[in-house]
């Protein structure tokens, strides 16, 4: 099997004789889980899903972010759910970081290798299995779908990260770039789930301050992120949950890229009841 680019979870727990100091913090405006704390102990199971564990990364919490929920499936050989999602209306993406699985949309069915992207809308009929002899790893991100009269609900379609378009943003000269799933001018998506790419020394030169929710899940490389008010030190296998409005750039690392799974809400007015 080809070693994956990007980095997933194994478990485990570290030795008695480890200090516990460690990266992790959660504050008002952001929260920074590093990969050293996905061991055994803190993953989830949930309903109807055979042979498979969850680490949770972020779910809705009042004065926090509040729109997404992100795990990092770990579905063992045999294991995968006949009835994987409970909530009608939920849509969500999965994206591979290792193994493989057979993903089925509808009656038709795919087989998601590292790199494999699908988009489920809400009341999509689908079902997962791993047939493979090694665990299969991924992210699923959940969003309860915000409809809007005369604007259809998105369809189902399963993509690859090297089918995907990658944009270089203006005048970077290609040293940050975003690998995007679906056309930002689409309206009938209120969520983006891409990949963001830096190359060594690349930067976002200017603390972005915005209305929409992150969740950050360093796939490879290291930088320097600057968060609200703080610089924080990250690597692949580290998550970031960011607070709308925190400020928030970077610097790439190197010395190979840096590159995060990203996603963000976008489309809608703002709601201005609850």
Not at 30 to 43: E, H, L, N, R, S
Request: with cysteine.
């Amino acid at each position: 099997m080809t070693k994956s680019p990007y980095y997933a979870p194994t478990g485990g727990l570290p030795p008695q004789t480890q200090l516990l100091t460690d990266r992790a913090v959660f504050t008002d405006a952001y929260a920074v889980i590093p990969k050293g704390t996905m061991t055994d102990i803190v993953t989830s199971n949930l309903p109807f899903w055979d042979r498979t564990r969850a680490w949770v990364l972020a779910r809705p919490l009042s004065g926090f972010a509040e729109t997404f929920s992100q795990y990092i499936m770990e579905v063992a050989p045999g294991g995968g759910s006949t009835k994987p999602e409970g909530d009608p209306q939920a849509q969500g993406v999965l994206f591979v970081v290792e193994g493989g699985c057979t993903l089925t949309v509808e009656g038709t069915a795919h087989e998601l290798h590292v790199g494999g992207y699908a988009y489920l809308p809400p009341g999509c009929n689908w079902t997962l299995d791993n047939s493979t002899d090694t665990p299969a790893r991924f992210h699923w991100i959940r969003k309860a779908y915000r409809a809007v009269d005369g604007i259809d609900v998105p369809s189902a379609f399963v993509t690859h990260v090297d089918d995907a378009t990658t944009a270089q943003m203006p005048d970077t000269d290609g040293a940050w770039s975003t690998t995007r799933f679906v056309d930002p001018a689409d309206m009938r998506h209120d969520m983006h789930v891409n990949i963001v790419n830096f190359q060594p020394g690349g930067v976002i030169p200017f603390a972005e301050t915005h209305v929409m929710e992150h969740g950050l899940y360093v796939l490879e490389g290291k930088a320097v992120y600057r968060l609200n008010q703080d610089w924080v030190e990250v690597e692949a296998g580290d998550f970031m949950w960011l607070r709308a409005f925190c400020p928030q750039a970077c610097y790439a690392g190197g010395p190979g890229p840096f590159r995060y799974l990203l996603y963000k809400d976008v489309n809608r007015h703002m709601p201005l009841t609850r």
